[in-house]
């Protein structure tokens, strides 16, 4: 997508064919930075410090890691350790999981003199494959945009169609395209007059920083708000869909999201809005079914809540990135990073091959034949 006019990827090879290039997440939105990964040590630190983020993007870069590993050492150990230590770099996203085994499966029947050539050609398929589901997300959930704005009532119809979303599921957090911010992409080229309410995600503020950065640069009107300004709003009548991205879909329909999400699909159902989920097929774990009981559940550092980072507006430092403390000496935090929202408050599944209901039966009818 668009920075400054420039296409843009989350990631790819760089000129050498041997390292990897990613935006450095972390950075935005005050500064725009590229880094360099060279070894396998390299690629699981950027997952875990979340210069890169988002469930498909931790998956290609996930992929790419074990081509860094193989480099170095093709055999069945290294191969082994190098998965594993790419697997617990982040535990909820499956989407980590699933790249891994098939970058793994590939590579394992091959002599070792092969291996790395065959992982580099295996996380590349991996990267056209989500851009190529993502885009094909967008396009359903245009269509399902489309259906809602043209059923609004005649007198809010002359308003942009304001869609709420959380977290960030844009193209930052895939290859490229995104998958809950792909159909507002989609919806802007086809001319719909719209908004976007985008939750400022505490305590990486996902949104603020990088649903924001995009929606801008790609035209896109928005607002940052708190994270609990969204149920206020959707009792006023300003929410006409919400959608999220998901980064563990069970086989019944339950969804594992960035934190918060299940308080915005309650207020969503509370208030009669459509609440809606886009993935892509690689987030769907087919292993489990009740997600409440069955997703693992990523506790990241308490520092995150107790400190934000942003942007020094006064003062000699002006200008520069700092991190400042918000809690009293003393104070503990606890910061569980996803939430589980069950199947019965999702309206439906907006996939790469169609829209489903948030069920066995709805996946089953996109997915069942594979
Ligand atoms: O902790 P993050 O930033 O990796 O969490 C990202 C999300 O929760 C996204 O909504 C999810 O990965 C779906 S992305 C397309």
Redesign the pocket.
């Known amino acids: 997508m668009n920075i400054d006019g420039r296409a843009w990827r989350t990631i790819g090879l760089e000129p050498d064919g041997r390292s990897v290039w990613v935006i450095d997440q972390t950075q935005l939105p005050h500064r725009f930075v590229t880094r360099s990964l060279s070894t396998i040590h390299q690629a699981a630190e950027a997952i875990s410090s979340?210069v890169v983020?988002?469930?498909?993007l931790?998956g290609v870069t996930g992929a790419y890691g074990l081509m860094l590993a193989l480099q170095d050492d093709a055999g069945d150990e290294a191969l082994s350790a190098a998965f594993d230590q790419l697997n617990a770099t982040r535990p909820t996203?499956v989407n980590l999981r699933w790249a891994l085994e098939r970058v793994r499966d590939r590579v394992l029947p091959l002599p070792s003199e092969q291996r790395a050539e065959a992982a580099r050609e295996e996380a590349g398929l991996i990267a056209e494959e989500d851009v190529a589901m993502c885009s094909a997300i967008g396009d359903h959930g245009l269509t399902i945009i489309q259906q809602l704005a043209a059923a609004r009532p005649a007198a809010r119809r002359s308003k942009p169609f304001q869609l709420l979303t959380h977290?960030?599921?844009g193209w930052l957090?895939?290859v490229d395209w995104?998958?809950?911010l792909a159909p507002i992409y989609k919806a802007k080229r086809a001319g719909l007059d719209l908004h976007v309410w985008v939750d400022e995600t505490r305590p990486?503020n996902?949104g603020a920083s990088l649903t924001a950065y995009e929606l801008g640069r790609e035209g896109i009107p928005h607002t940052v708000i708190v994270d609990n300004a969204g149920g206020h709003l959707m009792q006023n009548g300003e929410v006409d869909a919400v959608i999220?991205?998901?980064?563990r879909t069970t086989s019944r329909g339950d969804v594992c999201?960035?934190i918060g999400t299940y308080l915005k699909a309650l207020a969503a159902h509370d208030n009669g809005v459509p609440f809606y989920v886009a993935l892509p097929a690689s987030t769907i774990d087919w292993s489990l079914s009740d997600g409440l009981v069955e997703i693992p559940i990523e506790a990241r550092s308490a520092q995150e809540v107790i400190a934000i980072q942003g942007r020094v507006l006064d003062g000699p430092a002006a200008g520069s990135v700092a991190e400042v403390q918000l809690t009293p000496e003393g104070s503990n935090g606890f910061n569980p990073?996803?939430d589980v929202t069950p199947a019965r408050l999702v309206t439906a599944l907006i996939t790469d091959r169609g829209v489903a209901d948030a069920s066995e039966e709805g996946l089953k009818s996109l997915y069942g034949l594979d």
């Open positions: 979340m983020r988002g469930a498909p931790i996203a977290c960030n599921a957090a895939t995104g998958t809950a990486r996902q999220v991205g998901t980064d999201n960035k990073a996803f």
